[in-house]
């Protein structure tokens, strides 16, 4: 790959090449205006106007038209390097010689069938100066990729109102999350919706320990004791699927007992959804010409599924407040206090979806990769059972309380460092609704800022950004808690965003991965690798392990 400095020569190769087109534009469109003249009103007088050729006609026109859209073009770039330079903007690396972005497409599908993706990018990112634009075939506008805390800083929260989720997302997610949605809304809608949302997640419901207790016991007893091989990441998504729509609706699917069929069938295209709308939002507007019509039945049947709970729930609540009015003792449930909000029944489906969505793969993400190092690791096994056993709980039965969970500091560590490694969320983006700046990424050294034109996509990278080696030392590759006694990162660390939009789960998440791991480790005293293949992370909306979570268990 190119050096990021021949690369920013290459730029301003460009501004010249512009300067050049310019004047051949100029030249080119003065030739046309005379052929045109010489059509119209000079041969006229000397030659009848039938002999003219439609050879002739045609290629005038042909000419004015392509006068006219350079000149617009033209007058574009002229008018980016002018305010580019008003800003004190400087250029910055595109991907080399791809003006359309056919081999950037091209590279990408042969990274995402290799599932080395992130990797490329990551490394796309190092050698380029951890800012570059190029383009995709067959969008027409430039994406920026980054980096760069700053970058990301400034997108997420100093010039928030400057950037917006891109509309080829939305677009791409409307068939699964349907229009309302807090993940396809921008502006007054998203802040409406983010406003509703937002009580459900404080603290008190989001610390149901009881409820959680009860589907990891079972989740215990579906592990093998014999010491046989299985795979934890299927028994997490199982785990995650029960918890969320226990906390959503008050009823689990109870995939890990005896999950009814059309909670098999829900999980089931749950995924197939999922997997498509990341293809879509990947390949663009291409893939949106055609219809899909396993898409449209997954999509039905979800909807149908979501408004199944919505109607019992709400006929619940209504003979409840006409037997008695309390209904306070009852346990929290989501769905109770969102229908109150009197919402319509489509904006909570959406919702609903949303919550589902944003709930479960990413959780299942975190404790599966955390578990695949704990596998390899038996000093961060020992460190979390000694942090376990300084809680003095006296049997299975008792449980810790939040503030243990908070306070238990190697868990945390380790949290974190699996959230470092493998962020759930591994690329994000946002798209310019006016013309804005960039802190930096500009100029030979990278340290300039960069203009950004209004309909400009960014890709920030959470995944190569947490393992930037200038950040997070030699050893950033590594699985290591201990870093996190030191560290203080801010926008070097974004697992969970920041800024306006940060995920409203963040607590829901950490309390259920490290509720599960306390739980997981008091009943099991070893766990022991079962599968030598690196930690390859398969990536769609979520990343996941490709190879599943390979493991066996010793009980306590
Ligand atoms: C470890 C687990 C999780 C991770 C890493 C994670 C990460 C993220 C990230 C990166 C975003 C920003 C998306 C964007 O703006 O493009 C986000 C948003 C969101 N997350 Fe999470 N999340 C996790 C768990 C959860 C859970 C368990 C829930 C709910 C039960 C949840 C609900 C949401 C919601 C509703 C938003 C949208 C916020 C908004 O746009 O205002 N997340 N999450």
Not at 41 to 46: E, N
Not at 242 to 271: K, Q
Request: hydrophobic share 40%.
């Amino acid at each position: 790959m190119a050096s990021a400095r021949r690369d920013i020569k290459l730029d301003t190769l460009q501004q010249k090449a512009t300067r050049r087109f310019i004047f051949g534009m100029v030249v080119g469109d003065v030739l046309a205006f005379a052929l045109l003249l010489d059509v119209f009103y000079l041969r006229p007088f000397y030659l009848r106007p039938w002999a003219l050729s439609k050879w002739h006609i045609w290629l005038t026109i042909v000419l004015v038209l392509w006068g006219i859209y350079t000149h617009t073009w033209l007058q574009d770039a002229d008018c980016y390097y002018s305010k580019m330079a008003r800003h004190g903007c400087a250029p910055i690396p595109s991907f080399p010689n791809d003006p359309f972005g056919v081999w950037f497409l091209l590279d990408a599908a042969r990274h995402i069938k290799s599932h080395t993706l992130l990797a490329r990018w990551s490394g796309l990112l190092s050698s380029m100066g951890h800012t570059f634009r190029h383009r995709v075939f067959p969008n027409s506008g430039d994406i920026i990729e980054t980096d760069e805390p700053d970058n990301v800083r400034a997108v997420l929260s100093t010039k928030f109102d400057d950037w917006v989720i891109p509309q080829l997302r939305i677009r791409a997610f409307i068939p699964v999350l349907g229009r309302h949605s807090i993940f396809t809304t921008n502006g007054d809608e998203w802040r409406h919706a983010r406003a509703t949302l937002r009580p459900a997640f404080v603290r008190d419901q989001v610390a149901d320990l009881r409820c959680l207790d009860r589907h990891v016991n079972k989740l215990i007893a579906y592990i093998p004791c014999d010491g046989s091989s299985f795979d934890l990441q299927a028994m997490f998504s199982k785990l995650t699927t029960d918890t969320i729509s226990d906390f959503m609706f008050g009823r689990s699917t109870d995939m890990l007992g005896s999950a009814p069929e059309d909670g098999l069938r829900f999980g089931s295209c749950f995924d197939v959804s999922m997997q498509k709308i990341a293809n879509r939002a990947r390949l663009g507007w291409l893939t949106m010409l055609f219809g899909d019509r396993e898409l449209d039945e997954c999509t039905s049947f979800m909807n149908a599924f979501v408004e199944k709970y919505i109607a019992e729930v709400r006929n619940e609540q209504d003979e409840k407040e006409k037997e008695d009015e309390e209904g306070d003792g009852k346990r929290y449930m989501f769905l109770n206090e969102f229908l109150r909000t009197g919402e319509p029944d489509e904006v909570i489906r959406d919702q609903l979806m949303s919550i589902f969505t944003a709930g479960r793969d990413t959780t299942t993400s975190v404790l599966s990769y955390l578990f695949f190092e704990l596998s390899r690791r038996p000093d961060v096994v020992a460190e979390i059972q000694r942090e376990v056993e300084d809680l003095n709980l006296v049997d299975a039965e008792q449980l810790p309380t939040w503030e243990q969970l908070r306070n238990m500091k190697y868990l945390n560590w380790a949290i974190k460092e699996a959230l470092r490694l493998n962020p759930p969320v591994a690329t994000n983006a946002r798209e310019a609704v006016r013309d804005t700046v960039l802190p930096v990424g500009g100029g030979v050294d990278g340290k300039s800022p960069v203009f950004v034109t209004k309909g400009t996509n960014i890709r920030y990278i959470p995944w190569a950004i947490h393992r930037r080696k200038d950040i997070y030392g030699d050893d950033a590759d590594d699985f290591r808690p201990g870093r996190w006694e030191t560290l203080r990162p801010t926008f070097e660390y974004v697992p969970f965003n920041a800024g306006p939009r940060i995920c409203v789960g963040q607590q829901f998440a950490l309390t259920q991965i490290a509720f599960v791991t306390i739980r997981l480790l008091q009943a099991f005293k070893g766990i022991e690798r079962k599968d030598d293949r690196p930690p390859i992370q398969k990536f769609g909306i979520n990343t996941s392990m490709l190879y599943g979570c390979w493991v066996s268990m010793t009980p306590a």
